[in-house]
Nanobody, 117 residues
Framework: QVQLVESGGGLVQAGGSLRLSCAAS????????MNWYRQAPGKQRELVAG???????NYADSVKGRFTISRDNAKNTVYLQMNSLKPEDTAVYYC???????????WGQGTQVTVSS
């Protein structure tokens, strides 16, 4: 069974930083693409950042230059470093693993990020 567990969320002032972590188990992590999504109240879930099995990254325009996604295959973990945080970054952040073999998506439980002004 695939399990994803996010951590690192919390309350931070505008301009501050947080680092989210997602620990994966039950999958061949190194060959799968990993993503971070977020969802704010009243809004649909959106892709924030992604990283492929070979390290190719992509970011939403709203976070380019501020957020960095990375992965450590030895630890089966993906990270999201968030700098220069803004109130509009407030959301529940979800870790997503997309299986290379099946195309199936797996999701973590989410971690709350709140940015105050």
């Amino acid at each position: 069974q695939v399990q994803l567990v996010e951590s690192g969320g919390g309350l931070v002032q505008a301009g501050g930083s947080l680092r989210l972590s997602c620990a994966a188990s039950g999958s061949i992590f190194s060959i799968n693409n990993m993503n971070w999504y977020r969802q704010a109240p009243g809004k649909q879930r959106e892709l924030v950042a992604g990283i492929t099995s070979i390290g190719r990254t992509n970011y939403a325009d709203s976070v380019k230059g501020r957020f960095t996604i990375s992965r450590d295959n030895a630890k089966n973990t993906v990270y999201l470093q968030m700098n220069s945080l803004k109130p509009e970054d407030t959301a529940v952040y979800y870790c997503n693993e997309r299986s290379t073999y099946s195309g199936r998506d797996y999701w973590g439980q989410g971690t709350q990020v709140t940015v105050s002004s």
